[in-house]
């Protein structure tokens, strides 16, 4: 093999490499943000709950 397709070679592994974390950086803010949709979700029902049957009243 030559130097220049060697060197090539290995670019392209860098690069795949790169990619390759990059993708699973990727994967883990989505897990987290699906998380913490899921806590809000549960914050949103636990706020709809405790204000069932409640008038708020706001006098300025």
């Known amino acids: 093999m030559e130097i220049s397709s060697a060197s090539t070679a290995a670019n392209i592994l860098n690069m ?3 990619a390759q974390q990059m993708q699973e950086g990727i994967k883990a803010q989505v897990a987290m943000l699906k998380e ?3 806590m809000q979700q549960q914050v949103a029902l636990m706020l709809a ?4 049957g409640q008038n708020l009243n ?3």
């Open 36 to 38: 913490m949709a899921e």
């Open 58 to 60: 706001v006098m300025a």
């Open 49 to 52: 709950e405790s204000g069932s």
């Open 16 to 18: 795949a490499v790169s």
